[in-house]
């Protein structure tokens, strides 16, 4: 009987165990879940408006007086007139623009047969211009050939010095062309030059110098390169003649 008892007691126990254990392990989950996932419930605000103190559209046919010690509200504003859009203007009717009309296989080929007599004519009278200046630049030269030159030895008397005089200085002036250089503002040199008869430069003589140094060999290198081309004076007599050299230019001084 007793040991009946016993076991009864003992399984007894263990239920309550096993349930007590079970229903832990249950509220320890709801306690993680409710953790993990909380619950949120949704707050909806209300929201209170005292209708008392409400502006009305004829306060003077219904409307609810102040209250003593309370402001009361103004009116509302008048509502602003409603603005007035410009118009935009009329848009002028566009302009058709005319097709152009397409040129015909006719009218072409008559186009470019134009244009190509037009070049021939502008070759021909291009051609015909070069020619009538080279004719007029061959007349020129013969002009010049059949003129008499100053200085030539073909002059006679007073006339044959004075010719014979331009020569040189023309002769002069194309040398100090090439051998002119200068320091100074406005050099001068006057120098006399004794050509004998048969052409030969003779004798060189600077009567005057302005001291630039520079210049005065520029003369003397023009009158040498000049005198490798001298004829021999006219008459053949020995010709002797001052020149005052400038750089931008030589007069002939008095001869002797």
Do not use: C
């Not at 239920?15 to 419930?41: D, E, N, Q």
């Not at 008499?148 to 062309?177: H, I, N, Q």
């Not at 600077?206 to 060999?217: C, M, N, V, W, Y």
Request: no cysteine.
């Amino acid at each position: 009987m007793n040991s009946r008892t016993a076991r009864i007691d003992t399984g007894v126990s263990v239920s309550f165990i096993a349930s007590a254990v079970i229903h832990l392990a249950v509220f320890l989950l709801l306690v993680w879940w409710g953790r993990l996932f909380p619950y949120t419930m949704a707050v909806q605000e209300t929201y209170y408006v005292d209708v008392v103190t409400l502006p009305v559209a004829a306060p003077q046919s219904g409307g609810s007086a102040p209250q003593p010690g309370e402001a009361a509200t103004p009116p509302p504003p008048a509502p602003a007139p409603p603005m007035t859009v410009p118009r935009p203007p009329k848009a002028s009717p566009a302009v058709m623009a005319t097709p152009a009309k397409r040129a015909t296989p006719q009218e072409t080929a008559e186009t470019e047969s134009a244009f190509a007599q037009r070049m021939a004519n502008l070759e021909r009278n291009s051609e015909t211009r070069r020619e009538d200046a080279v004719l007029e630049k061959l007349r020129n030269k013969v002009k010049g050939a059949s003129a008499p030159r100053a200085g030539t030895p073909g002059a006679t008397g007073a006339e044959a010095g004075s010719r014979y005089a331009d020569y040189v200085k023309s002769r002069l002036e194309d040398a100090l062309k090439i051998t002119s250089s200068y320091t100074t503002k406005s050099p001068e040199v006057a120098v006399r030059l004794t050509i004998a008869a048969d052409g030969r430069l003779a004798r060189i003589k600077i009567e005057r110098s302005s001291g630039d140094a520079s210049f005065e060999l520029a003369v003397r290198r023009a009158i040498d390169l000049a005198s490798e081309k001298f004829t021999a004076p006219p008459n053949g007599a020995t010709f002797e003649n001052g020149f005052v050299f400038k750089p931008k230019g030589i007069t002939n001084g008095p001869s002797r």
